[in-house]
């Protein structure tokens, strides 16, 4: 593994995807649900010609978003949106779960996708097609989003092997791929099913050519003959509405294996909302080597809100997650430091919480729980179960490590100590060096846990463990937050190509940075949650870390 050297100061930024939770569910492991969905002509007022939708394309909206709610889809796939940016479409998708949005236009009619999983586009086309497509990834699973040119003839045949071309190249990588969208075709699975008064309907007032009297099932056989599956016809139920079906989900045939539903729904009410009926599928996709829950800054007090810090609500925030993370497969779950604001009693109503945990609990030690009176800063790393600050524990192939950044701190000692006075000490030089991190809230690791840490590295690389770090204080970025002798412990991680991820707490807003092949990721302070709750699941791969998070808190996929 090269890895490349940090310039000094430099900061790079990932945009991070928030990823909404709700109490309705943490979605259940490893299944993953699409949905896409034509909400005729951007919700426009009025009503369609041959449909009862709603004089207002506000309430519309309202209503298909209440139904989108319900789904609890992992990505929703949308037609017909019109003038509507990726911005507008990322705030909106956030009332059923999904933070990151894509649009293929920002002007005129557009298809646009929102996720609960990090968006990476592929490709957008619009050269030669109508309408065009969206190609991209999307938890691993490559999406092919279209919408077809509206009438039977050679540009609609040439647009679907547009998409096709998209489709041989996902197969080409491995890759499984789903191809999904109006496709405004009919089905030659359906065919027992198409009725003379709907041939009559395209025939007459669309203007479709037929072919010996049928419609041209050319377009979705192209797909099929691409090896695509029409995943709701794997399951029996709809078949009342395959006379007028236009929209569709496929997927590739060892993709197909794993769908577990699919639906091509026609209730009613939904027909007053748009002239298509929305389509789903789920899969059960492989699951991680194993799983492990995330929580940072619970900051729990006994106090009234400041700013963004609702201190009381912090219970109730902590709840929710615990009772989440109960209902999944965890091998462990840890802390990332500054469990309580202030007072030792506030470990009395955090810490119950924790223990009724299904799987190990481990603490990292914060500055704010030192917070306490003078006659409890002795007792706090033995309450959380740390007595040392620091130590490390082996799951599978990988080996976490448990660091201390109040080791060097002005908070963590009493004064006039030896590692007091070291404390006032490093942080007086820092600000006379200008360090932008030179504040008494931060610490730093010692010289005795450095060799111990470096050890532990060199004993990982020997044995051929993945290392995962966890500290209350980052590294990276130098936004003030970071550790007071983060280079030097950079210096020493940056050696040992298996340090996969530094993860940490004490910076509310979260982030992400990726520097010498390591990531580091600062998780969302759990006072600061505007919604339920803030935290995270962090699935293990063979070769990646993908972060589910709830709340708040981003969801990111870290490969390595």
Request: with cysteine.
């Amino acid at each position: 593994m090269h890895k490349m050297k940090l310039p000094a100061g430099l900061v790079v930024i990932f945009v991070a995807i928030q990823l909404f939770f709700s109490n309705a569910a943490f979605p259940q492991d490893h299944g993953f649900k699409i949905i896409t969905y034509n909400v005729w002509q951007g919700y426009l007022d009025g009503t369609h010609p041959r449909f009862p939708c709603y004089a207002s394309g506000e309430e519309r909206k309202k209503e298909i978003y209440n139904w989108l709610k319900e789904q609890d889809a992992d990505v929703v796939v949308f037609q017909e949106l019109i003038d509507y940016p990726a911005e507008k479409l990322q705030k909106e998708s956030a009332s059923w779960g999904h933070h990151d949005a894509v649009v293929m236009r920002e002007n005129g009619m557009t298809i646009g996708i929102t996720s609960r999983y990090p968006i990476r586009v592929r490709e957008i086309v619009t050269e030669g097609m109508h309408h065009g497509l969206i190609y991209c990834q999307i938890n691993g699973v490559d999406i092919v989003a279209t919408h077809l040119w509206p009438r039977f003839d050679e540009k609609i045949l040439e647009e679907v092997q547009i998409a096709g071309k998209r489709v041989n190249e996902s197969l080409s990588r491995g890759t499984p791929v789903i191809v999904l969208g109006d496709f405004n075709a009919f089905s030659p699975q359906d065919d027992p099913f198409i009725d003379s008064a709907t041939v009559k309907i395209y025939r007459d007032r669309w203007k479709w050519k037929l072919e010996n009297g049928r419609p041209s099932y050319r377009v979705i056989r192209e797909l099929l003959d691409h090896g695509m599956k029409d995943l709701c016809t794997q399951f029996e139920k709809n078949n009342a509405a395959r006379h007028s079906r236009y929209d569709f989900i496929f997927a590739s045939s060892g993709l197909a294996e794993k769908c577990t539903d699919a639906t091509h729904y026609q209730d009613e009410e939904l027909l007053k909302l748009s002239d298509h009926f929305p389509v789903s599928a789920t899969f059960d996709l492989d699951g991680p080597r194993f799983s492990f829950g995330v929580i940072a800054d619970i900051q729990y007090a006994d106090a009234e809100k400041s700013g963004k810090r609702d201190y009381r609500n912090a219970l109730d925030k902590l709840e929710i997650c615990m009772n989440g993370f109960n209902r999944h497969d965890l091998a462990f779950t840890v802390t990332l430091g500054d469990m309580i604001d202030r007072d030792y009693s506030g470990f009395d109503k955090t810490l119950p919480i924790l223990g009724r945990s299904k799987v190990p609990v481990y603490n990292v030690i914060g500055n704010h729980d030192f917070a306490v009176e003078d006659q409890f800063k002795k007792q706090v790393k033995g309450r959380l179960q740390n007595k040392k600050g620091y130590f490390d524990f082996q799951v599978d192939s990988f080996l976490f490590v448990v660091l201390d950044g109040t080791d060097l701190s002005t908070f963590g000692h009493k004064k006039g100590s030896r590692q007091y006075e070291l404390a006032v000490s490093m942080q007086k030089a820092l600000a006379e060096a200008g360090g932008n991190n030179a504040y008494s809230w931060n610490g730093g690791i010692g010289s005795a846990q450095l060799r111990w840490l470096g050890k532990k590295l060199q004993q990982a690389a020997e044995a051929n463990l993945h290392v995962i770090l966890f500290c209350h204080w980052p590294l990276l970025p130098e936004n003030g937050t970071q550790l007071w002798n983060n280079r030097e412990v950079l210096s020493l991680i940056d050696r040992y190509d298996n340090v996969i991820a530094w993860i940490s707490g004490h910076h509310h807003a979260g982030g992400y940075l990726e520097s010498e092949n390591i990531h580091h990721l600062t998780i969302k302070g759990m006072v600061e949650a505007r919604s339920e709750t803030s935290c995270g699941i962090m699935d293990v791969y063979d070769n990646k870390l993908v972060l589910r998070g709830y709340g708040d808190q981003p969801g990111y996929s870290l490969e390595f």
